[in-house]
């Protein structure tokens, strides 16, 4: 009776197992398509290219936006201006005027 119940368990585990698609092995060839599947696959990727024209072009996303607020946002989108150096002589506070 054992020997039974084992036997059934393991037929149990199998059956997914062999419900899955076939895979094709080492030196198979895929079958060869039908003209209606051909159709099918043409209409798929036509639809497919439709689908993608359709969607609308969008903005560039700032996922930070709301956390810097909207002054921050404009700033950093704005180009840096070169900080121009002064001389030393500028820097020490004498006048020359």
């Known amino acids: 009776m054992h020997k039974i119940a084992v036997a059934v368990l393991?037929?149990?585990?199998?059956?997914?197992?062999?419900?899955?698609?076939?895979?094709?092995?080492p030196g198979e060839e895929p079958k060869a398509k039908t003209a209606t599947q051909k159709a099918d696959d043409e209409r798929a990727a036509r639809a497919y290219q439709r689908s993608l024209n359709n969607?609308?072009?969008?903005?560039?996303?700032?996922?930070?936006?709301t956390a810097r607020g909207d002054d921050a946002s404009k700033k950093s989108a704005a180009p840096a201006k070169p900080?121009?150096?002064?001389s030393s002589k500028a820097k020490s506070g004498s006048t020359a005027n």
């Open 10 to 25: 393991l037929a149990l585990m199998a059956a997914p197992a062999l419900a899955e698609e076939h895979m094709l092995g």
């Open 55 to 65: 969607v609308p072009d969008q903005k560039a996303v700032d996922p930070w936006g």
């Open 83 to 86: 900080v121009v150096k002064q």
